[in-house]
T-cell receptor
Framework: EDQVTQSPEALRLQEGESSSLNCSYT??????LFWYRQDPGKGPEFLFT???AGEEKEKERLKATLTKKESFLHITAPKPEDSATYLC????????????FGKGITLSVRP | NAGVTQTPKFQVLKTGQSMTLQCAQD?????MSWYRQDPGMGLRLIHY???????DQGEVPNGYNVSRSTTEDFPLRLLSAAPSQTSVYFC?????????FGEGSRLTVL
């Protein structure tokens, strides 16, 4: 069974204090790993897709990386507007490909 | 630039009542899906569709029905609401893997 574990559950940072969010996964075959951002009362918003170990993608203050067992979402010099819940999901390969979400990490950035 | 539109945003039902959550997308995506999101749990797939006329069950399909008569619309029906169906429901569509989500429908069953 595919599993996705995100840690920590919650993270509080001071503005400008860089950190990383972790997404550990087990899947028989990885088709893709996705990161989403979710603001309170809103639907998740797509950030990145990673397909193979060693791949990296960046967007503004965010950089996502992927290994064979985990992905990190690095946040450099965060701002209060980066406060949100960050969701990780993995899509498995095969005929019955499916998407499994983690429980999310709630990030709070204080000014 | 509507994307995925869900209605209603909020609904309160009594146990045993039925209702339909509406979902429409204007991006011509073949894939559409319904998820529920509960505190302390990840998004869980209820039903999905890979095109008009084709639907399939996800992880938690019991108590829900779907149909897909057009590419644009994918309604979710609760036949006899139960308190366990109190949740936030998200509709999503996709063409190439990444999902585009609606704003969500918050359902409370008393």
């Amino acid at each position: 069974e595919d599993q996705v574990t995100q840690s920590p559950e919650a993270l509080r940072l001071q503005e400008g204090e860089s950190s990383s969010l972790n997404c550990s996964y087990t899947v028989s075959g990885l088709r893709g790993l996705f990161w989403y951002r979710q603001d309170p009362g809103k639907g998740p918003e797509f950030l990145f897709t990673l397909y193979s170990a060693g791949e990296e993608k960046e967007k503004e203050r965010l950089k996502a990386t992927l290994t064979k067992k985990e992905s990190f979402l690095h946040i450099t010099a965060p701002k209060p507007e980066d406060s949100a819940t960050y969701l990780c999901a993995v899509e498995s390969t095969g005929a019955n490909s499916k998407l499994t979400f983690g429980k999310g990490i709630t990030l709070s950035v204080r000014p | 630039n509507a994307g995925v539109t869900q209605t209603p945003k909020f609904q309160v039902l009594k146990t045993g009542q039925s209702m339909t959550l509406q979902c429409a997308q204007d991006m011509n995506h073949e894939y559409m899906s319904w998820y529920r999101q509960d505190p302390g749990m990840g998004l869980r797939l209820i039903h999905y569709s890979v095109g008009a006329g084709i639907t399939d069950q996800g992880e938690v399909p019991n108590g829900y029905n779907v149909s897909r008569s057009t590419t644009e619309d994918f309604p979710l029906r609760l036949l006899s609401a139960a308190p366990s169906q109190t949740s936030v429901y998200f509709c999503a569509s996709s063409r190439t893997g990444e999902l585009f989500f609606g704003e969500g429908s918050r359902l409370t069953v008393l």
